[in-house]
Each structure stands twice: as C-alpha cells, then as structure tokens.
C-alpha cells in the first residue's frame, strides 16, 4: 500500500553495528536501500522465509476453507465499532505502517524541544532520543508561532480539521461532503452515482471511518499525512463494488494526467498541484489483489479487481492523495515551514526520492507487503546515558 526509508521510523542507538552482509549471490544493487535500512542477511533471508511459509499456506486446504468461509462472514454491518475493531484486527500491520509518518510518528514521543525545523529532542517513555526528519517537525500555527506539526484532528461545525499540519487539511462528517486539502483543492469520496451520505466516526484520534461509505460492504478511512491524505477501503463481502470514486474539484485551468507508472497528476500550466499514487490492496490472508486508477473527466475510479479472484475478505484497498512535495528529491527547504496552502511544491517522479513514492499509502515496500505513505524518514537516535 516500497523503499523503506522513505516511510519508516528506524531507530538507532550509540551502540549500532554495521548489517549483515548479503547472502550470496545478491548484491546491494538487487535490494535497493538494503544496507542502508539494515535490510540484509539473517532480515533478507527471515524474509524470504515468511514468504515461502505465507505461499505454503495459501495453497491449503485450510486457507482455501477460510476463503470461502469468509465471503459473507462481515456483511451487512455498519457499526463503527464492529468495523474498526475488524480493520485493526485484519489489517493492523498496514494501520502501524501508516503511523509511521514522520508527523503521525510524533504522537508517540513527548516533544522537549525543537533544535530546528527537521530536528527535536523527544522523550519516548521517558528515555531521550533526538529524531531528525526530512519533514519538517513544526510549522506556524494560527497565532504566527512556530509549533510542532499536529495531524491530531478536532471538531468544528460540520468538519474533522488537523491541529496544525503542513498542509491545512479538513474531512468532512457527512461521506457527501468534500474533503480540503490546502486552499485550492477539494474532492468528494464516494461509490459512482451515489445519493446517500453516511456519518463519518473519528478513530484512533487522526483518522475518520464512514462506515458503508463506498456502498454495500465497502468502508472509507481517511486519514491525514505529512503530505496529504490517506483514502483507504475496506471490502468486506462479495457484494461490494469493485470500485469508488475520487470526484476531484480542480482549481480552474488544471486537468488530470495518468502517468506509465499508473499514478495520476493534477496538474495547471506550470505545476503539479496533488499526485495520487497507484493502489495497494490485500486480502485478509496477504494476498495482493490487483488495483488500479481510472480517469474520466476530473474524477478518478478506484478499481480493486478482486470479483474474479479466490480472495479472503474483508480486503483492503490503499491510495493516498498527497499535496505537499519537496521536489525532485531534493532535501527539505532550510528553515521552517510557513503553513500556507498557496504553494505546492512540484511533486517527486522517482521512487526513493521527496515525499511522493511508491509504498504503501495515497499515495507507495521493499521486502514488506506493507507499503506506508511515502513522505518522508525520520530517524530516532536513543541517547546513550553517560
């Protein structure tokens, strides 16, 4: 839903050693960024070895009695609790992965003090670490001071609205209402042709769940990034369809453009304004399901093929939707970030590079069926007592 330092919190401590080297007959060329994310030896092969097992069971008679036992086991439900407690339950590792976005990372450390805009001392409980992002940690709030980025979102009238993120982000409460995504962009998420709005219910405090938000048996999650927003869904029964819509409202003179590498850009006359990523989707038994975008007009599908296939439910289809870019690669600006929505810096093209990449989140994972939102790395250092 990759390269794996692109969204992904490693942490480190004075007593560090260098990996592992490779097994014989794979290069670090084969692996990209192995080394560098201590992805090599005994990881490679542990790997490989979940792999192997994971394909072993597939091709069970076990497996193949919990897919068809599952088909119709989560339909018809539209409690909020039901179904939250069914994504973590299922999809847990993927919900972990999206929590390790430099910013939604900060939730879980304590913020003593910010040394600059990429870098801060933090307590994780109790023990000082300094973390040093890619991202920067802390923008102006609505006084005009600088304060740590906050994906956190609260209340006001009719929408969910982020604390204090890079790029100002409102979700609507009702599923017929437009998200916000900076000042000039706005978009609806929906089954194709729908008339029916359902409620959306905060959960785990930075993400919104409308149950049956896609139709019959599929759920919307939305959940705000350090670049954008996650839009995910969950498939729980046979019944679903096979897609929903991203109904864009584009600034006047922008337009929409498929990529080859089966993303789509909106873009005007100079820049790219939002990027969304190709989809990853996944069974209940890790299995890939293939996904894909579709554009007509300003409206992008979301295409999980899955009718056809012997797939366990529910599944769990991820695009993300990103807005906020560092350019080609390029390391963050020096200095803080001003929130303002006005700018949005020309989106990354290439995998491994600025905050728009291919892992897992809607945005694009190495060794790893989890694929978190590309958009950034921050990197946790423990503080060695003296």
């Known amino acids: 839903m990759l390269i794996l330092c692109l969204s992904?919190?490693?942490?480190?401590?004075?007593?560090?050693?260098?990996?592992?080297?490779?097994?014989?007959?794979?290069?670090?060329?084969?692996?990209?960024?192995?080394?560098?994310?201590?992805?090599a030896g005994e990881a490679w092969q542990a790997e490989q070895e979940e792999d192997r097992r994971r394909e072993q069971y597939l091709d069970s008679p076990q497996a193949a009695k919990a897919r068809k036992q599952s088909q119709n086991a989560y339909a018809g439900s539209d409690s909020a609790s039901a179904i939250t407690d069914l994504l973590q339950k299922k999809f847990g590792d993927q919900l972990s992965a999206l929590n390790r976005d430099p910013v939604r990372a900060l939730r879980e450390v304590d913020v003593e003090k910010l040394y600059s805009a990429?870098?801060?001392?933090?307590?994780?409980?109790?023990?000082?670490?300094?973390?040093?992002?890619?991202v920067p940690l802390r923008t102006e709030g609505d006084d005009g001071q600088l304060a740590p980025v906050d994906l956190t979102l609260h209340s006001e009238r009719d929408q969910f609205i982020t604390n204090n993120g890079l790029v100002d982000i409102a979700l609507p409460k009702q599923s017929?209402?437009?998200?916000?995504?900076?000042?000039?962009?706005?978009?609806?998420?929906?089954?194709?042709?729908?008339?029916?709005?359902?409620?959306?219910?905060?959960?785990d405090g930075q993400s919104e769940l409308f149950p049956q938000g896609a139709g019959t048996d599929q759920d919307l999650i939305l959940s705000p990034i350090s670049a954008g927003v996650?839009?995910?869904?969950?498939?729980r029964s046979p019944a679903a369809a096979n897609s929903y819509d991203l109904a864009l409202n584009l600034p006047a003179g922008a337009s929409l453009t498929k990529n080859d590498d089966g993303s789509v850009e909106a873009h005007d006359s100079q820049d790219v304004i939002a990027r969304v990523l190709p989809p990853f989707s996944t069974d209940a038994q890790g299995q890939d399901v293939p996904s894909h975008l579709v554009v007509s007009g300003n409206t992008i599908s979301v295409v999980t093929d899955f009718k056809d296939g012997d797939y366990a439910m529910p599944i769990y289809t991820d695009p993300v939707i990103d807005t906020y870019n560092w350019g080609s690669g390029s390391p963050p600006p020096a200095g803080d970030s001003p929130r303002t929505t006005q700018e949005t810096p020309r989106a990354a093209s290439s995998r491994g590079a600025g905050t728009t990449v291919r892992l897992s989140r809607l945005l694009g994972t190495a060794a790893t069926r989890i694929r978190p939102g590309d958009s950034g790395c921050i990197t946790r250092r423990e503080i060695a007592p003296s």
Do not use: K, M, Y
């Not at 097994?23 to 960024?33: A, F, Q």
């Not at 990429?118 to 890619?134: H, Q």
């Open 8 to 39: 992904c919190v490693v942490a480190a401590t004075a007593a560090d050693q260098s990996p592992p080297p490779l097994p014989d007959g794979i290069g670090p060329s084969d692996v990209p960024g192995a080394e560098a994310n201590g992805l």
């Open 230 to 235: 996650d839009v995910a869904s969950l498939i």
């Open 118 to 134: 990429t870098a801060a001392l933090v307590s994780n409980d109790g023990r000082p670490e300094v973390i040093d992002s890619t």
């Open 176 to 203: 017929d209402d437009p998200v916000h995504l900076g000042s000039d962009l706005t978009f609806s998420v929906g089954p194709a042709g729908a008339d029916t709005s359902t409620t959306g219910r905060l959960f």
